[in-house]
């Protein structure tokens, strides 16, 4: 059983960071890529920012250049730093985690952007 724990979430102003963070259970930090997801309310669950092969990182539309996914191989958790964050960041942020055609999901952290 793979276990996803995300923590970090919550409201911050217009302009605002704020960094999640994600504890994978187990050995999967150290085989799977990571990424983050997000869903606002009445719309479909769209990719953040996910590892790919090669070191290499996807972004999602419009957060490239604000947001930026990283790993502390300390903690053993993949952190989604978000900067110059808009009310349209609002959002439920998933962690993601893919290995060997297996998928994985947290059980989801709440982001509100607002003044």
């Known amino acids: 059983q793979v276990v996803l724990v995300e923590s970090g979430g919550g409201l911050v102003r217009p ?5 999640l963070s994600c504890a994978p259970s187990g050995s999967i930090f150290g085989i799977a890529n990571l990424g983050w997801y997000r869903q606002a309310p009445e719309k479909q669950r769209e990719l953040v920012v996910r590892e790919i092969s090669g070191g290499r990182r996807d972004y999602g539309d419009g957060v490239k250049g ?8 300390v903690k053993n958790t993949t952190n989604l730093v978000m900067n110059r964050l808009e009310p349209e960041d609002t959002a439920v942020y998933y962690c993601n985690a893919r290995w060997m055609g297996f998928e994985y999901w947290g059980q989801g952290v709440q982001v509100t952007v607002s003044s």
């Open 66 to 73: 604000r947001f930026t996914i990283f790993r502390d191989n």
């Open 15 to 19: 302009g605002g960071s704020l960094t």
